[in-house]
Each structure stands twice: as structure tokens, then as C-alpha cells.
């Protein structure tokens, strides 16, 4: 359960409203520190993680120096999160940005089976307003009123910083689930981070790539079918899906086979780095979760006109394409209807 709290209000300074400041910590019954603990918390559900990061020197990302002061002074949190809803305030560049109320948090760590603990600082934003009704005795009867509240369905902003690998950004959890026609506001804007080059970094990118290669490059070099576009997603998610380790030779030589496919698809890979600034590990443990949330955009769909959609899960040898007097066609094979 967290030790300290704070809560501000952050307006949009471009539309000239206030940023107002508390000068002192919430103090809370411990039921209600579970129902806020619970409502911030259950926000962060994916083990895609991140890091700080400054085009200088790291310690010039106000919200990594403040954490990282907090972090070694707890006396500090009251001063330094009035810093961070100071910058949050500063950096509002865009009117459509809703104001809200801003939560920082200090969460105590549970102890490991090491012995160690790792506490971490918790940043939420809540900004939209559900309506409510409030329904109480009146003489006889009853009456009901309509007021606005912070829901506790899903959480607005927030991050998730854990004292953890402090010379390299921190390891941090974000969300952004109420983006105001602003994608970069919360993660770039104010937090200035980028994703962690871990596991799940390299499980999703080397199938990022890999989709983008099959779905436009491989049609432009090569003679194939959407069938065959089909099978060579399948085969890749199945790879990924069978196997705890990625090794690039494994990959390629059981999936691609042709050499000048190979050869291709290694080009395409080092242009992809290249034009997005990323470095695409050849050797690495598979992440579970990232295949599994990637897997959702490798569904093998043929769109045949406005009249089909064939979707291939498995044998593309079952799958012959033709044309005759009538048109182009499809002929599939199977053994059993289902």
C-alpha cells in the first residue's frame, strides 16, 4: 500500500486556466487507499515497458530528476511533485488538452525472495468527468440529484516509475487512454520516454518488420499470390508461437527458405533500423505477451471484390488459384466441414 500521496490540479495554460497547488499530503483511511491503489494500479496491464531519455544529459528530463530525488530522499516528495505538476502545467501546448487532477504517489515495494524491495512513484492524470446520481431520504420519500465525478472504470494517464536501473531512464509503465487529439502530450511532451530495448522490444519489432516486409516489399520483388502472403504470416506467428528463443538464421531459413527471399528480407530489416532509429536484436528470448498481442494484426485475410474474405489459417497447399471464362477463382481443399 503507498506511503504518501499528493493530489493537484493541472489546467491548460494555453487556454489560461490555473494550475493550483496542494502544500500539504493527503492523509487517508486505509480503505480508501485501497479503492485509489486499485483504480491506478489495475491501468497497467501490458509488459511493454519504457525508459527517460533526453536528447542531452538524462539528469535535464525534469520528471526523471525529480523521481530520481524522490528516490533518494522521501522528505523530498512533496517539494519535487510540486515540480512535476509545475512542468506537466508548463509543457500544455495544445487547447484541447483537458485539465484534470494529478495524483503522485509513492508506492512502498514488497519484499523479494532476495530480501530486496523496490519501491516505485506513481504519476495519474484524471481528466474526464462521468455523471452520477446521488440518491437520498426526503420526508417520505426520496430525491435524486445529478453530479459529475471521476469514474473508477479506466484511468485517463498515468506512469509508473520503479526505482530500478536508475543510470539508464529508470524502468517505467505508461498509459495514455484519453489522448485529446494530442498523441505525444503525457509521453513525450511531459514524461520523455521511449520504449525499453528488452524482450518484449525485440519480440514485437522483429514481427513488425517482418509484417511490413510480406505485406508490401515481398510483392514488389517477388511473384506472390495473397495466398502465399497468407502463408508466409502464418508460418511466422507459428514460429514464434512454438519456440522460447528467436535465433534470425532458424527464423528465416524455416520460414522465408528461398535465399533471395532471405537476402531480401535482410535488407529490408537493416533499412527499417535505419529509418527508425532502432537496433533489432538477431538472438533473443521470446516474449509471450508481446506475440500475443502482435498476433492480433497477423490475421491471414484474402479480400476477394466486396463479395468474399478467405481466411487462411493453416496448409497453403490446400489453397489453388486459376482463372477461366467465368473469372479468377479460388479452389480450397479440406477433410471435414465444421
Request: glycine share 4%; no cysteine; proline share 1%.
Amino acid at each position: 500500500m503507498f506511503s504518501k500521496i499528493v493530489v493537484h490540479k493541472v489546467g491548460n495554460k494555453i487556454n489560461q486556466e490555473s494550475l493550483f497547488l496542494s502544500d500539504a499530503e493527503l492523509q487517508l483511511e486505509d480503505d480508501m487507499k485501497e479503492l485509489l491503489e486499485n483504480f491506478f494500479l489495475k491501468a497497467f496491464k501490458s509488459e511493454e515497458q519504457f525508459q527517460f531519455y533526453s536528447d542531452t544529459y538524462l539528469t535535464l528530463n525534469p520528471v526523471y530528476s525529480s523521481v530520481a530525488e524522490i528516490f533518494e530522499d522521501k522528505d523530498k516528495f512533496l517539494f519535487e511533485a510540486e515540480n512535476i505538476a509545475n512542468h506537466l502545467y508548463d509543457i500544455t501546448e495544445n487547447p484541447r488538452v483537458q485539465a484534470g487532477e494529478v495524483f503522485i504517489i509513492y508506492f512502498e515495494g514488497e519484499e523479494g525472495a532476495d530480501g530486496a524491495k523496490i519501491d516505485s512513484i506513481g504519476i495519474f492524470k484524471t481528466e474526464k468527468k462521468d455523471p452520477f446520481l446521488k440518491i437520498f431520504p426526503k420526508e417520505d420519500t426520496f430525491d435524486i440529484e445529478r453530479d459529475y465525478g471521476i469514474s473508477l472504470g479506466k484511468l485517463d494517464k498515468g506512469a509508473l516509475i520503479y526505482n530500478n536501473s536508475k543510470d539508464t531512464g529508470f524502468v517505467v509503465s505508461a498509459v495514455d487512454n484519453n489522448k485529446n487529439g494530442d498523441m505525444y502530450y503525457w509521453f513525450e511532451d511531459f514524461l520523455k520516454i521511449r520504449q525499453r530495448n528488452d524482450e518484449y522490444f525485440h519480440t514485437q519489432e522483429t514481427l513488425n518488420v517482418y509484417k511490413e516486409y510480406v505485406t508490401k516489399q515481398l510483392p514488389q520483388e517477388f511473384e506472390v499470390s495473397k495466398a502465399d502472403q497468407a502463408d508466409f504470416l502464418n508460418k511466422s506467428i507459428n514460429f514464434f508461437k512454438d519456440r522460447e528463443q528467436f535465433d534470425f538464421e532458424e527464423f528465416t531459413s524455416k520460414v522465408l527458405e528461398d535465399q533471395q527471399v532471405i537476402e531480401s528480407f535482410g535488407n529490408f530489416k537493416s533499412d527499417y533500423e535505419q529509418e527508425m532509429q532502432v537496433s533489432i536484436s538477431e538472438d533473443f528470448a521470446i516474449n509471450e505477451a508481446a506475440v500475443k498481442k502482435q498476433s492480433r494484426g497477423f490475421k491471414s485475410v484474402i479480400k476477394l471484390d466486396k463479395n468474399f474474405h478467405i481466411y487462411v489459417h493453416g496448409d497453403r497447399k490446400m489453397i489453388e488459384t486459376g482463372q477461366d471464362e467465368k473469372g479468377k477463382y479460388y479452389r480450397l481443399y479440406y477433410e471435414e466441414e465444421k
